[in-house]
């Protein structure tokens, strides 16, 4: 039988243990506990091994401190073009004072949901629905700013919010693939006509170069004409002032020989004219023959007696007998 001290020793040493074990506390990695004394916090406990009064001190919260993702539920939103939209998101926090984050809100997780919901429906509220669909990125950072100061009285910090989904009407997304449609057959006149517009330009440099060109040749074929009509009057004028220099001298036969010339190429040309058909040549042979004979004493001074012979015998082959009227000239073919 064991007797009453005995008793007494193993409750007192079973206390020992027990308190022992309860002013000793263990605190993982990661977490943050809090303190209460007779209610009331007085200080957090870090990771590791921890002492407390035990009986007075006990553990309040055991708050998470690593960083953490809560997912925002989609919601409804109207735009400021009056469009519904639904968007979903998520949010990650970091616990940074622990005392703070127990005892300032009753619900952290709950409290940064509501939050969020709420200001998702502010930011995405005052922008139209293009602008919503494609300023993402100025929606998490708005977002962003907006929560994080709103939770920093909470001992904690927002690192990111992330819009994940945001869901048109179907009758939206069908009216915007008519409207992107649209657009892109658009661009595709407006291309093909900028095509064209290059293609008139071009035509139209082509054509005025080329008339340039021409306008030059012609130009260029003026300018040669008028050169040589001023060389065939400068050899013109160099072969009258020759004849008439002979005149001076008192050689008539170059005279002779000037008019002759003349003579026959007028005719010539009466017969080359094309609204001629019969041409009568009422001619004196007489003059005619004066003429050939003029010509043949100046190629006799020139060129010699054989030049003179030729001449001659030119002369008799070609002109009629005297009196007789010289016959018509056939009409040209």
Same mark, same amino acid.
């Given at each position: 039988?064991?007797?009453?001290?005995?008793?007494?020793?193993?409750?007192?040493?079973?206390?020992?243990?027990?308190? @022992?074990?309860?002013?000793?506390?263990? $605190?993982?990695?990661?977490? /943050?506990? &809090?303190?209460? =004394?007779?209610?009331?916090?007085?200080?957090?406990?870090?990771?590791?091994?921890?002492?407390?009064?035990?009986?007075?001190?006990?553990?309040?919260?055991?708050?998470?401190?690593?960083?953490?993702?809560?997912?925002?539920?989609?919601?409804?939103?109207?735009?400021?073009?009056?469009?519904?939209?639904?968007?979903? /998101?998520?949010?990650?926090?970091?616990?940074?004072?622990?005392?703070? !984050?127990?005892?300032?809100?009753?619900?952290?997780?709950?409290?940064? &949901?509501?939050?969020?919901?709420?200001?998702?429906?502010?930011?995405?509220?005052?922008?139209?629905?293009?602008?919503?669909?494609?300023?993402?990125?100025?929606?998490?950072?708005?977002?962003? =700013?907006?929560?994080?100061?709103?939770?920093?009285?909470? /001992?904690?910090?927002?690192? =990111?919010?992330?819009?994940?989904?945001?869901?048109?009407?179907?009758?939206?997304?069908? !009216?915007?693939?008519? #409207?992107?449609?649209?657009?892109?057959?658009?661009?595709?006149?407006?291309?093909?006509?900028?095509?064209?517009?290059?293609?008139?330009?071009?035509?139209?440099?082509?054509?005025?170069?080329? #008339?340039?060109?021409?306008?030059?040749?012609?130009?260029?074929?003026?300018?040669?004409?008028?050169?040589?009509?001023?060389?065939?009057?400068?050899?013109?004028?160099?072969? &009258? #002032?020759?004849?008439?220099?002979?005149?001076?001298?008192?050689?008539?036969?170059?005279?002779?020989?000037?008019? !002759?010339?003349?003579?026959?190429?007028?005719? /010539?040309?009466? +017969?080359?004219?094309?609204?001629?058909?019969?041409?009568?040549?009422?001619?004196?042979?007489?003059? @005619?023959?004066?003429?050939? +004979?003029?010509?043949?004493?100046?190629?006799?001074?020139?060129?010699?007696?054989?030049?003179?012979?030729?001449?001659?015998?030119?002369?008799?082959?070609?002109?009629?007998?005297?009196?007789?009227?010289?016959?018509? $000239?056939?009409? =040209?073919?």
């Amino acid at each position: 039988m064991l007797s009453g001290f005995d008793v007494f020793a193993i409750v007192l040493v079973l206390l020992v243990i027990v308190t @022992l074990f309860a002013g000793i506390k263990t $605190v993982p990695q990661g977490y /943050g506990w &809090t303190i209460e =004394r007779f209610g009331k916090y007085t200080r957090t406990l870090k990771p590791g091994l921890n002492l407390i009064v035990p009986y007075f001190d006990r553990v309040g919260r055991k708050m998470n401190m690593m960083e953490q993702v809560i997912s925002i539920p989609e919601q409804e939103v109207i735009t400021k073009d009056n469009a519904t939209v639904t968007a979903d /998101g998520v949010a990650f926090f970091q616990v940074f004072e622990a005392a703070r !984050a127990s005892y300032e809100v009753a619900n952290l997780e709950n409290a940064i &949901t509501v939050l969020t919901m709420t200001n998702i429906r502010s930011v995405m509220g005052s922008m139209d629905l293009d602008q919503v669909l494609s300023h993402r990125d100025e929606i998490n950072e708005r977002l962003l =700013r907006v929560v994080d100061a709103a939770v920093s009285p909470w /001992g904690v910090k927002v690192n =990111r919010i992330e819009i994940k989904d945001i869901v048109p009407p179907a009758d939206l997304v069908e !009216a915007m693939g008519r #409207q992107m449609k649209a657009e892109r057959v658009k661009r595709a006149d407006i291309l093909q006509a900028e095509g064209q517009r290059q293609s008139e330009i071009l035509r139209a440099e082509g054509a005025k170069q080329s #008339q340039i060109l021409q306008a030059e040749g012609r130009r260029e074929a003026a300018f040669r004409d008028a050169e040589a009509r001023e060389r065939a009057a400068e050899a013109e004028a160099k072969a &009258t #002032q020759m004849v008439s220099e002979a005149i001076a001298k008192g050689d008539v036969a170059a005279l002779n020989y000037f008019i !002759a010339d003349k003579y026959i190429k007028a005719f /010539g040309q009466l +017969a080359d004219a094309p609204n001629q058909k019969v041409i009568m040549l009422p001619v004196e042979a007489m003059s @005619l023959l004066s003429s050939l +004979a003029g010509i043949g004493e100046i190629a006799k001074a020139t060129f010699g007696e054989s030049a003179a012979s030729a001449a001659a015998a030119a002369r008799r082959g070609s002109v009629p007998s005297a009196g007789t009227t010289p016959p018509a $000239v056939p009409p =040209r073919a």
